[in-house]
């Protein structure tokens, strides 16, 4: 991570920056504590705008489906601290190419219900199940982003057969971010204590200042800032609750994956910017496939952590090659 990203993270920088409008954020009662379950409150009917299922703590994980339920289904894992809205680009491109295209707010993101427990990667891991058991999904292309990467790891490893056929890790957190004398390359803890100290202090400043920065490589000479792309980062972190957001710095930061990475046996694609200012490039993705039984790695240079947003005109015809490979 760069000095700037790490003066971002300590809540130094500061921007003014005017937003228009608002977001409405749905008021749910916080879940008893207690592990998701592998079942579902809910029967999904074709016709359904707006879904959730219900694990056994009683949260409720809000997902979209769209396309033929009898097309192969992609599933899409977002980033920290964002939504299944930071996949439009990505599941409207496969919609029209006739894939099922699946992807949900994780437990105390977006729509999800706020929770103020079991935000770490066992429990998120279990809520995929849920939703996946909910929909019968089988031989689905699991596909996720920064910590969504983490998400589709700790998840395939324990899938139930024929759930999955493929697994995508992009941008993505493993093996492991923080550093220690067993990742000498990683992160120093106070990289991810800033980013807390931040959150706490001044959230929604917080919430602007990466996306205008490092996440998108904004902060880079030349690069082509998009405005619309910082306020909608900023509408879906808002959208969210600060105490889950504040648990899944941990969570993205301190598990570790290579158990998960030894584990999968699914072809699983790598695909990493290495110009990636967040989860940087050394530390991750060439660790990431050395594990991996099955495993390829896709480096694009010069590309940004948020390249799915910044480059979905290079990103997307990957995916699509790699699923249909």
């Given at each position: 991570?760069?000095?700037?990203?790490?003066?971002l993270a300590s809540g130094i920088t500061r921007r003014d920056v005017m937003l228009a409008?608002?977001?409405?954020?749905?008021?749910?009662?916080?879940?008893?504590?207690?592990?998701?379950?592998?079942?579902?409150?809910?029967?999904?009917?074709?016709?359904?705008?707006?879904?959730?299922?219900?694990?056994?703590?009683?949260?409720?994980?809000?997902?979209?489906?769209?396309?033929?339920?009898?097309?192969?289904?992609?599933?899409?894992?977002?980033?920290?601290?964002?939504?299944?809205?930071?996949?439009?680009?990505?599941?409207?491109?496969?919609?029209e190419k006739g894939y099922r295209v699946i992807a949900h707010d994780r437990r105390g993101?977006?729509?999800?219900?706020?929770?103020?427990?079991?935000?770490?990667?066992?429990?998120?891991?279990?809520?995929?199940?849920?939703?996946?058991?909910?929909?019968?999904?089988?031989?689905?292309?699991?596909?996720?982003?920064?910590?969504?990467?983490?998400?589709?790891?700790?998840?395939?490893?324990?899938?139930?057969?024929?759930?999955?056929?493929?697994?995508?890790?992009?941008?993505?957190?493993?093996?492991?971010?923080?550093?220690?004398?067993?990742?000498?390359?990683?992160?120093?803890?106070?990289?991810?204590?800033?980013?807390?100290?931040?959150?706490?202090?001044?959230?929604?400043?917080?919430?602007?200042d990466v996306p205008a920065g490092p996440f998108y490589g904004y902060n880079r000479p030349?690069?082509?800032?998009?405005?619309?792309?910082?306020?909608?980062?900023?509408?879906?972190?808002?959208?969210?609750?600060?105490?889950?957001?504040?648990?899944?710095?941990?969570?993205?930061?301190?598990?570790?994956?290579?158990?998960?990475?030894?584990?999968?046996?699914?072809?699983?694609?790598?695909?990493?910017?290495?110009?990636?200012?967040?989860?940087?490039?050394?530390?991750?993705?060439?660790?990431?496939?050395?594990?991996?039984?099955?495993?390829?790695?896709?480096?694009?240079?010069?590309?940004?952590?948020?390249?799915?947003?910044?480059?979905?005109?290079?990103?997307?015809?990957?995916?699509?090659?790699?699923?249909?490979?």
């Open positions: 991570m760069t000095e700037r990203t790490f003066a409008g608002g977001i409405a954020v749905a008021a749910m009662a916080l879940p008893r504590q207690g592990s998701a379950a592998t079942h579902s409150s809910t029967n999904p009917s074709e016709n359904q705008i707006m879904s959730f299922v219900k694990t056994q703590d009683g949260t409720e994980i809000y997902y979209k489906d769209w396309g033929p339920k009898d097309a192969q289904p992609i599933v899409f894992h977002h980033g920290w601290p964002l939504s299944a809205d930071d996949w439009d680009g990505q599941m409207m491109y496969f919609l993101h977006g729509r999800s219900t706020q929770t103020w427990t079991g935000n770490e990667m066992d429990t998120y891991a279990a809520d995929v199940a849920v939703l996946t058991d909910a929909l019968d999904l089988k031989d689905a292309v699991h596909i996720g982003h920064s910590t969504g990467g983490g998400e589709v790891a700790h998840y395939v490893a324990r899938a139930k057969p024929g759930r999955v056929s493929k697994a995508i890790l992009i941008g993505a957190v493993p093996p492991i971010m923080v550093k220690s004398d067993k990742n000498p390359g990683g992160l120093p803890i106070e990289v991810f204590d800033g980013f807390r100290a931040a959150l706490v202090a001044n959230r929604a400043q917080f919430f602007l030349g690069a082509k800032v998009s405005q619309g792309v910082i306020e909608n980062w900023w509408r879906q972190g808002m959208a969210g609750g600060a105490k889950a957001h504040y648990d899944c710095i941990k969570a993205f930061s301190e598990t570790d994956f290579t158990d998960d990475l030894k584990a999968i046996t699914v072809p699983t694609l790598v695909m990493h910017g290495d110009d990636d200012q967040i989860v940087p490039y050394a530390d991750s993705a060439p660790l990431s496939v050395k594990l991996l039984k099955n495993g390829t790695l896709k480096t694009y240079a010069g590309l940004p952590h948020g390249l799915c947003t910044t480059h979905p005109e290079i990103v997307n015809p990957d995916l699509l090659a790699f699923i249909k490979s």
